[in-house]
């Protein structure tokens, strides 16, 4: 017994062993977030593009808000149709309906009435309140897919320009690595001459305290490369973690900075102003809305009744089993204290505060167009002269440094040098990007910046609640 005992504890411990090898293999892939698949290979631009517009929080809220006033647009255009409805009652009175001829009293009713109707109500006419509430509910359709496309425009600029700035932080890492190396090739020269009796102590001094702080700088680089490389990894709802390699497009290519013509596209493209005339015209049928009031409203409806002096809607002593009824109800308020005035003002008002807002955001498309443009002709003036400070520089640090190497010159101007060549190659990689981001600011201000892209388009309504 006590051999089978032991060779039970044996397995017990060796599957609780195994059990908790498997959890914690496991574990990682069960902490993960919910991310989508990591690519494998090199990212493009478009497909950045089109990962983050799959997955982006921001769109898939206005796709569901759109779903929602789809189905708004639905709900509004039941109140045309006839509701159908039925109703059951029971009344009770202390006494039962009399009649009082000469002088005999005659009992006409129950003290116990239950009434059962079913019928329908078909509105006639409402002041066109129903019409304008339907057409409220149409323009607010198009104005959520008119915000859904602000959105896409938005999820695309924030992705280029993240994209654009990650590359410029490779850039600029691969500057300062390049940086520390050259500066470790001076420093080992140096000492070479220091052993020799060639130049002093101080000088070695100066270009190690120069390595020191290009160690330090690249330390700064590497994470920022690391930072911006995380922020495009959310974008594109990968882990922030993840390894993204990412194709190099940081050139610049001629662009058209034409600035009336840039005005004039995004007047008619820009998804704000598409909105705020959307908005503008729900405010029109606000206020007609309002001014239903104004008007009667006229109702048909038409009931069929069973009435009876027990639940069971039996025969009646005193009345007959079943009844219908076909009526039009108009009503009609006269005097309301300028309620219908007061809300149609109201409206009037509102509609007045767009027309402002219309007019600051025109005001405002305007100047962001002229910014993109300013800041795109800055930047190809920066290429420009720093595609020519690059070659200047790298040509004076290589001559400064073979002069060195010849003790043709002191460690002072080899330093300086190489400063320079750090500061021109980080300046031309800044006024590449700031080209990119800023061609991309100009698509955003001009309303576009989707071409090639293929769309999500809204989700049907959910139907799962129909019979």
Same mark, same amino acid.
């Given at each position: 017994?006590?051999?089978?005992?032991?060779? @039970?504890?044996?397995?017990?411990?060796?599957?609780?062993?195994? %059990? %908790?090898?498997?959890?914690t293999?496991?574990?990682? *892939?069960?902490?993960?977030?919910?991310?989508?698949?990591?690519?494998?290979?090199?990212?493009? +631009?478009?497909?950045?593009?089109?990962?983050?517009?799959? /997955?982006?929080?921001?769109?898939?809220?206005?796709?569901?808000?759109?779903? #929602?006033?789809?189905?708004?647009?639905?709900?509004?255009?039941?109140?045309?149709?006839?509701? %159908?409805?039925?109703?059951?009652?029971?009344?009770?009175?202390? /006494?039962?309906?009399?009649?009082?001829?000469?002088?005999?009293?005659?009992?006409v009713g129950?003290?116990?009435?239950?009434?059962?109707?079913?019928?329908?109500?078909?509105?006639?006419?409402?002041?066109?309140?129903?019409?304008?509430?339907?057409?409220?509910? #149409?323009?607010?359709?198009?104005?959520?897919?008119?915000?859904?496309?602000?959105?896409?425009?938005?999820? *695309?600029?924030?992705?280029?320009?993240?994209?654009?700035?990650?590359?410029?932080?490779?850039?600029?890492?691969?500057?300062?690595?390049?940086?520390?190396?050259?500066?470790?090739?001076?420093?080992?020269v140096?000492r070479?001459?220091?052993?020799v009796g060639?130049?002093?102590?101080?000088?070695?001094?100066?270009?190690?305290v120069?390595?020191?702080?290009?160690?330090?700088?690249?330390?700064?680089?590497f994470?920022?490369?690391?930072?911006?490389?995380?922020?495009?990894?959310?974008?594109?709802?990968?882990?922030?973690? @993840?390894?993204?390699?990412?194709?190099?497009?940081?050139?610049?290519?001629?662009?058209?900075?034409?600035?009336?013509?840039?005005?004039?596209?995004?007047?008619?493209?820009?998804?704000?102003?598409?909105?705020?005339?959307?908005?503008?015209?729900?405010?029109d049928?606000?206020?007609?809305?309002?001014?239903?009031? /104004?008007?009667?409203?006229?109702?048909?409806?038409?009931?069929?009744?069973?009435?009876?002096?027990?639940?069971?809607?039996?025969?009646?002593?005193y009345?007959?089993?079943?009844?219908?009824?076909?009526?039009?109800?108009?009503?009609?308020?006269?005097?309301?204290?300028?309620?219908?005035? @007061?809300?149609?003002?109201?409206?009037?008002?509102? #509609?007045?505060?767009?027309?402002?807002v219309?007019?600051?955001?025109?005001?405002?498309?305007?100047?962001?167009?002229?910014e993109?443009?300013?800041?795109?002709?800055?930047?190809?003036?920066?290429?420009?002269?720093?595609?020519?400070?690059?070659?200047?520089?790298?040509?004076?640090?290589?001559?400064?440094?073979? &002069?060195?190497r010849?003790?043709?010159?002191?460690?002072?101007?080899? +330093?300086?040098?190489?400063?320079l060549?750090?500061?021109?190659? &980080?300046?031309?990689?800044?006024?590449?990007?700031?080209?990119?981001?800023?061609?991309?600011? +100009?698509?955003?201000?001009?309303?576009?910046?989707?071409?090639?892209?293929?769309?999500?388009?809204?989700?049907?309504?959910?139907?799962?609640?129909?019979?």
């Open positions: 017994m006590s051999k089978m005992g032991a060779l @039970h504890r044996a397995g017990l411990s060796f599957l609780v062993l195994l %059990f %908790f090898t498997l959890l293999a496991a574990w990682p *892939a069960m902490a993960a977030s919910p991310k989508a698949p990591a690519p494998g290979g090199e990212i493009t +631009l478009q497909k950045a593009l089109t990962m983050a517009l799959d /997955y982006s929080p921001n769109i898939k809220q206005n796709l569901a808000e759109m779903d #929602k006033s789809v189905s708004r647009r639905k709900e509004a255009m039941t109140y045309f149709l006839p509701s %159908f409805g039925t109703r059951y009652s029971w009344q009770k009175t202390q /006494y039962p309906p009399q009649y009082r001829i000469a002088g005999n009293t005659m009992t129950s003290d116990n009435v239950y009434r059962w109707s079913t019928g329908l109500t078909q509105p006639l006419f409402t002041g066109f309140r129903l019409s304008s509430q339907y057409e409220l509910a #149409k323009l607010g359709v198009d104005l959520a897919e008119t915000n859904l496309w602000l959105v896409y425009l938005e999820v *695309a600029y924030q992705v280029k320009e993240a994209y654009f700035l990650y590359l410029r932080a490779i850039k600029t890492a691969e500057v300062a690595d390049q940086t520390v190396k050259q500066l470790e090739a001076q420093l080992k140096s070479d001459f220091y052993e060639i130049i002093p102590i101080n000088d070695v001094l100066k270009t190690e120069n390595l020191s702080d290009a160690k330090q700088s690249r330390i700064r680089a994470n920022n490369r690391a930072l911006t490389r995380s922020r495009l990894n959310r974008l594109l709802g990968l882990p922030v973690e @993840h390894r993204l390699r990412v194709q190099d497009i940081l050139k610049s290519y001629p662009v058209n900075t034409d600035f009336e013509r840039a005005r004039q596209v995004a007047q008619v493209e820009r998804p704000e102003l598409k909105a705020i005339n959307l908005q503008l015209q729900q405010a049928q606000s206020i007609r809305m309002a001014q239903s009031g /104004y008007w009667p409203s006229v109702n048909l409806k038409a009931d069929y009744i069973f009435t009876g002096d027990s639940p069971a809607m039996g025969s009646s002593e009345y007959d089993t079943t009844d219908w009824v076909v009526a039009t109800q108009l009503d009609w308020s006269f005097w309301e204290w300028g309620r219908t005035m @007061h809300q149609t003002s109201q409206q009037r008002a509102g #509609k007045r505060r767009l027309e402002a219309k007019r600051d955001i025109e005001d405002e498309v305007s100047l962001q167009v002229k993109a443009i300013l800041y795109l002709l800055e930047s190809q003036a920066n290429i420009a002269t720093a595609t020519v400070g690059v070659k200047q520089a790298e040509e004076n640090y290589r001559i400064t440094f073979e &002069r060195y010849e003790q043709l010159t002191t460690n002072t101007e080899l +330093l300086d040098a190489q400063v060549l750090s500061r021109a190659r &980080r300046s031309y990689y800044d006024a590449l990007a700031v080209f990119n981001v800023a061609e991309a600011g +100009l698509q955003r201000s001009m309303g576009r910046g989707l071409a090639g892209l293929n769309l999500k388009q809204p989700p049907p309504p959910d139907r799962g609640f129909w019979p």
